[in-house]
């Protein structure tokens, strides 16, 4: 039976503080729970606190990338549900690497973003659907 994910916030994993803020703030203003990362070295200690409903995770990074994160991740045997958010070319070719359930390819409008959280991760409460 699949754990579920309601209650569980979504990690949003970026260096840029930019799209940092704008994720997280959209979200919490869809109703969702969000927990942020910097780097893959704090995403793995927001993982210990809490397991994620979904991660939105960057894959260039300093500390510890996106590939360093999903290596360690499963080395604690969790398949957490993941979507890349790069601006490279190799967006679709990272995501299958790394067995990820999608992409958002930067920069990325705000409702591509809620969309793929709709699809993929956990049920706001309140939040629209229409």
Known sequence: MPVSTIGRPILVVDDDPTILATVSETLDLE?????????????????????????LL??????????????????????PI??????AADARRWASE?????????????????????RLGPSAPGASRG
């Not at 960057?58 to 045997?77: K, N």
């Not at 993941?82 to 601006?87: G, K, L």
């Not at 067995?99 to 930067?106: E, H, R, T």
């Open 31 to 55: 109703g969702y729970p969000v927990v942020t990362a910097t780097n893959g070295a704090e995403a793995l200690v927001q993982l210990e606190r809490e397991l994620p409903s979904l991660v």
């Open 58 to 79: 960057d894959m260039r990074m300093p500390v510890l990338d996106g590939w360093g994160f999903i290596r360690a991740v499963r080395a604690r045997g969790l398949t």
């Open 82 to 87: 993941v979507v890349v958010m790069t601006a």
């Open 98 to 118: 790394i067995g990820a359930q999608g992409v958002l390819a930067k920069p990325f409008d705000l409702d591509e973003l809620i969309a793929a959280v709709q």
